[in-house]
């Protein structure tokens, strides 16, 4: 049983850099299941039953896609509408993710430059990702802090390579430190 | 060109005789029903063929032959009569069964088997009747054929030797010789050829004392399964419309009143006779073979007249001296008033024996007066109006149905739906139905035809529903289109579309990527449709022939080619950001 859940959100990987080879990265590593998310709902009919057993299975959930106007793209955002549902995710009896661990990663365009206070976009990036992080508190999971890889849009293939060596070191440090899954009482 | 003086030489030959101008359209209206009659069909229907249709053919001989021996005629001419009276007609019945889109119930089935079993059995029948000749007697040359001085047993052998001829004729040579015609590229010249097929054939069968009729028929069924089936029929289509009036005509026109106003009784009491015995045996055989009471009683009221190819074995049994002019005469005027009243007697069966039947089994009938408000009306409940009804009705919206096949009525009528049976080209079904009250209507029927036809009465009548319709092919979507209809489906095209976005993603595209391609394609073929409408007027009249249907598709597929995916989902490219940001930033200057 994988530990670790990536719900992978991007509508046009074909013409991706930087997901894409994220993607490779993570893909085969032991312990993390990847769930392609467009691939796996094309028309949005997003099968709400199988999507929630998934997040019971795994302590730790990942979104990852490509910050799309400062947001997510569009099927991650019908994923939080459905799946979420009340009295499953949250509400006085939706505890279902209480004590799971959500964490973020994406890719913006704009540099560490652009997400500086007087910088094109004002604020960190971080900020922007403020809608999901208080989502995951709503449910009773842990954030953790977002994994971002800046200034995609300049980016060679070499950095974005290196890139997605970190990512995969990354993923394999954050499988291994998992607490051991306290026994059902 | 060609049919003038071999039509005047065929007439000329003959005296100009009115049966004869009525033997040749129905030589030519064979050749189309044969045409019909794939192989492949025969076979998926030797059940119903062989078992409802034998038993038809034998039962009716057996007693409508009784009755001939007991009203005094000899034991072979009474099995002539027998069988020639069990013959129905073909052309009248699918006519008729096609026209009032019925040929896909029990019913209509059961009529195109029995009528095919007695195609084929007329073949038998012509090599039969010679052996039924008396001894000795002199064979009235009709046809001039040099087969006359032989004696029964080689003539037989004779009208056996033809058909093999037509057919190994139609298998070896006629194709390779349409093959030729079809490369010159030239259309006149093919339908030139089509006739002079036509044509030659039924001089050949007429040169060894054979019906021309049979001949082309087995002509067409040896010509169904070729190449050219399509390019035939559609090169004689244009003529077919023109033949069945000239077929009708000359039912008419054979109708020998001096004789009837001489024995008035004697021909009306035989038609009524031959009627009611043929009407009988149906009935009873479709109880044999199960069918429901109401498509049983459809089956025999179909089929109860006597079929134009009595007049080529009454003609054929004149000539051997099996039958003389005394029986013929009558036999031939009461075939044609036989003819005459089918259309009535479908009248009386939908008017006056169906509502009954059909209430008689039903709940009481009285609680389908439009007690609620149904929104919406769906004619038509085969395979594509069933999957929109169930839709509806598991989101609450229950359709009034109108369909024509009633073993499916009785069925939907059973689960609870309301259902009316009938024609729903028919104005008073339509009200019954509510189309007064309702908002929506979806005609989901089988023909294109039939759907067009309820367009136009919906538009006429009930203008302020909003009709959603069902089409099949382009042509008869533009003719949906002509009428102004927005709401226009063809049938196949989401089932196409999505066989083709499975291919895609087997073949290795991104799902959504597939998806997205397909919905673009969609939207570019919809527009392509509406251009093509608008300049269909300028190219050929007859948009539904086969031809033409090759040259609109070579037009689509170039329209294909330009890239019409250009400028899709760009805001997903991220490359003309990129270069901006690399040359120094997205700030406006
Ligand atoms: C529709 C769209 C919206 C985007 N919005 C932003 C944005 O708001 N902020 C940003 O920094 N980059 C934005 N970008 C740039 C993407 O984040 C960047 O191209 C992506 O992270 C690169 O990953 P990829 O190569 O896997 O597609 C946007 C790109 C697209 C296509």
């Known amino acids: 049983m994988a530990s670790i859940l990536v719900l992978f959100a991007h509508p046009a990987l074909e013409k991706s850099r930087v997901h894409r080879r994220l993607l490779d990265a993570a893909a085969g590593l032991p312990g993390v299941y990847v769930h392609d998310l467009y691939e796996a709902y094309p028309d949005f009919d997003i099968d709400v039953r199988r999507e929630q057993e998934l997040l019971l ?64 976009n004002a604020h960190p990036v971080t900020d922007f990702l403020f809608p999901v992080e208080q989502t995951a508190r709503l449910c009773g999971m842990e954030w953790l802090p977002p994994y971002v890889v ?36 | 060109m060609i049919i003038g003086p071999f039509g005047l030489h065929l007439v000329g030959q003959e005296g100009a005789d009115v049966m004869h101008v009525a033997e040749f359209g129905v030589v030519m209206m064979l ?31 057996a007693v409508l032959g009784g009755i001939a021996l007991l009203l005094g005629l000899p034991f072979p001419a009474a099995v002539a009569v027998g069988l020639t009276l069990s013959m129905s007609s073909t052309a009248i019945v699918l006519q008729m069964l096609g ?91 093919f339908t030139a050829a089509a006739l002079l097929l036509v044509i030659g054939i039924a001089l050949l069968m007429q040169s060894v004392g054979l019906s021309p009729a049979l001949g082309t028929f087995l002509a067409g069924v040896v010509l169904a399964d070729s190449e050219y089936r399509h390019e035939l029929e559609a090169d004689i289509e244009p003529f077919k419309g023109l033949l069945l009036g000239l077929f009708f005509i000359a039912v008419g026109a054979s109708i020998d009143f001096r ?140 359709a009034v149905v109108l369909d024509n096949d009633s073993d499916r009525v009785e069925l939907l009528r059973r689960m609870g739906l309301k259902v009316f049976y009938g024609d729903a080209t028919r104005l008073d079904l339509l009200t019954a139905a509510g189309a007064h009250q309702a908002r929506v209507i979806i005609l989901a029927l089988d023909s294109p035809e039939k759907n067009l036809e309820l367009a136009r009465l919906v538009q006429q009548h009930f203008p302020h529903l909003t009709v959603l319709a069902r089409a099949t092919d382009r042509p008869d979507t533009y003719e949906l289109m002509d009428l102004g209809l927005t709401h226009i489906y063809r049938d196949t095209l989401d089932t196409s ?33 509406t251009e093509l409408a608008a300049t269909r007027r300028d190219r050929s009249a007859y948009i539904s022939l086969a031809r033409d249907r090759i040259a609109a598709l070579e037009a689509l597929l170039q329209s294909d080619r330009g890239e019409f995916s250009d400028g899709q989902d760009r805001g997903w490219d991220p490359e003309g950001v990129r270069e901006e940001s690399r040359a120094g930033g997205l700030r406006p200057s």
């Not at chain 2, 002199?138 to 040099?146: D, K, L, Q, R």
């Not at chain 2, 057919?167 to 010249?189: D, I, M, N, S, Y």
């Not at chain 2, 025999?300 to 039958?323: C, I, M, N, R, Y």
């Open chain 2, 99 to 189: 026209e009032k889109g019925l040929m896909k119930t029990a019913a209509g089935q059961s009529s195109f088997a029995v009528l095919l079993f007695q195609d084929l059995a007329v073949i038998p029948m012509l090599a039969l009747f010679p052996l039924l000749a008396p001894a000795g007697a002199v064979a009235v040359a009709e046809h001039g054929s040099w087969a006359d001085g032989l004696p029964a047993w080689g003539k037989t052998l004779v009208v056996l030797g033809a058909v093999a001829g037509v057919v190994a004729l139609g298998r070896f040579a006629v194709r390779p010789a349409l093959r030729a015609v079809a490369r010159t590229g030239l259309r006149e010249l």
């Open chain 2, 259 to 398: 004789l009837i106003a001489e024995r008035p009784g004697t021909i009306v009491g035989l038609v009524g006779l031959v009627l009611v015995a043929k009407l009988l045996v149906l009935a009873a055989l479709a109880r044999v073979f199960r069918l429901s009471t109401d498509q049983g009683l459809l089956l025999a009221f179909a089929l109860p007249q006597v079929g134009e190819f009595a007049f080529v074995l009454l003609a054929f049994a004149a000539s051997l001296g099996v039958l003389g002019v005394e029986v013929t005469g009558p036999l031939v005027a009461v075939t044609a008033l036989s003819m005459a009243v089918t259309p009535l007697l479908m009248v009386a069966y939908e008017r006056l024996i169906a509502p009954r039947v059909i209430a008689g089994r039903g709940e009481e009938r009285a609680a389908d007066a439009i007690d609620d408000q149904a929104g919406v009306i769906i004619c038509g409940f085969g395979r594509f109006g069933n999957t929109v009804g169930r839709l509806l009705r598991a989101n609450g919206h229950p």
């Open chain 2, 497 to 529: 579309l999505r066989v083709g976005v499975d291919a895609l993603r087997l073949l290795g595209m991104r799902a959504y990527a597939a998806h997205r391609a397909a919905q673009v394609f969609r939207k570019y073929d919809e527009a392509a449709l």
């Open chain 1, 57 to 120: 299975t795994h302590p730790v959930i990942l979104l990852q896609y490509p910050l799309y106007w400062y947001s997510t793209p569009a099927i991650l955002k019908q994923w939080q509408d459905l799946v979420l549902e009340h009295g499953w995710a949250y509400g006085r009896a939706g505890t279902r993710l209480r004590g799971k661990r959500l964490q973020v990663v994406t890719s913006a365009g704009g540099g560490a430059q652009a997400y500086q206070p007087g910088g094109f």
């Open chain 2, 31 to 61: 050749f189309l029903v044969g045409l019909e009659l794939e192989p492949a069909l025969l076979w998926r229907l030797r059940a119903p063929i062989l078992g409802l249709g034998g038993l038809q053919v034998v039962g009716t001989a």
């Open chain 1, 150 to 185: 800046l200034g995609s849009h300049r980016m060679e293939l070499p950095e974005i390579d290196a890139a997605a060596a970190a990512y995969r070191r990354h993923l394999e440090q954050l499988r291994d430190t998992l607490p051991v899954p306290a026994e059902a009482p």
